[in-house]
C-alpha cells in the first residue's frame, strides 16, 4: 500500500484531478471531508469554541463560514485550528485506509500538506500547479465569492510554485495542457511502485 498527498492551492483543481484518480481506482480521501465530519463530534466541537469563542456555534452546530472569517484572517488562529485538526484528520484517514488491500493506491486530498508539516506521512507528494491568477478567477466564478475572501485564503497557503517545487510529481492545470493524460501518466508511476 502507498500513501499520496495530493496538493494545490485554491483552485488550483486537486478535486477533480481526484476525481480523476477515483475513476483510475485509487482510494481517494478528502481532508476537508474528513474534517467536516470531525465538527460533528461534541468533543471537537467542544475544543473549537473553548479555543474561538461561542461565536463559532449556530443552533448547536459549528458555524462554518464564523470560523472561517476568523482562521483566514489571522495566521495564529489558522494554526490553533490545524494543531486541532490535523492530528484527528490523520487518525481518521489512517482508520479508512487501514483495512484496504496491500496493493491500493491511498490518496488524503489536502491543500496544506507542507504547511502542516505532514510530509513524513505520504510515500509521494503530488501537486496540482495553476498560476495564482487563473485560481482566483476559477474561485471567484464557482463560490460567487469576493475577491479578498479568497485572496485571504491563498495567503495562508504557500504559492503553487513553492508547492510544485515541493512536490515530487506535478500535474499542470492551466487550461494550456491536456489534464487526463497526466493523471493517467501519474497514475501508471504510482502504480509501478505498488508491484
Given at each position: 500500500m502507498i500513501h499520496i498527498a495530493?496538493?494545490?492551492?485554491?483552485?488550483?483543481?486537486?478535486?477533480v484531478v481526484g476525481k480523476i484518480f477515483s475513476l483510475l481506482g485509487?482510494?481517494?480521501?478528502?481532508?476537508d471531508e474528513l474534517a467536516k465530519d470531525l465538527y460533528n463530534h461534541?468533543?471537537?466541537?467542544?475544543?473549537?469554541?473553548?479555543?474561538?469563542?461561542?461565536q463559532m456555534l449556530s443552533n448547536g452546530q459549528l458555524n462554518r463560514k464564523a470560523l472561517a472569517d476568523v482562521v483566514f484572517s489571522n495566521k495564529e488562529s489558522l494554526k490553533k485550528l490545524n494543531a486541532l485538526t490535523h492530528p484527528e484528520v490523520m487518525r481518521s484517514y489512517s482508520d479508512a485506509t487501514k483495512d484496504l488491500p496491500a496493493d491500493s493506491i491511498c490518496m488524503l486530498e489536502t491543500a496544506i500538506v507542507f504547511e502542516a508539516g505532514l510530509q513524513?506521512?505520504?510515500?509521494?507528494?503530488?501537486?496540482?500547479?495553476?498560476?495564482?491568477?487563473?485560481c482566483l478567477q476559477r474561485v471567484l466564478k464557482r463560490d460567487q465569492t469576493i475577491a479578498d475572501a479568497v485572496k485571504n485564503r491563498m495567503k495562508q497557503q504557500w504559492s503553487p510554485e513553492c508547492k510544485a517545487e515541493k512536490a515530487d510529481i506535478v500535474i499542470v492545470n492551466d487550461d494550456t495542457k491536456l489534464l487526463i493524460p497526466q493523471v493517467i501518466s501519474c497514475y501508471h508511476q504510482l502504480k509501478r511502485i505498488t508491484e
Open positions: 495530493l496538493t494545490g492551492g485554491i483552485g488550483s483543481g486537486k478535486s485509487v482510494h481517494v480521501f478528502s481532508a461534541p468533543e471537537m466541537l467542544e475544543a473549537v469554541v473553548k479555543t474561538f469563542g461561542k513524513q506521512h505520504f510515500n509521494r507528494i503530488i501537486a496540482v500547479y495553476a498560476p495564482t491568477e487563473l
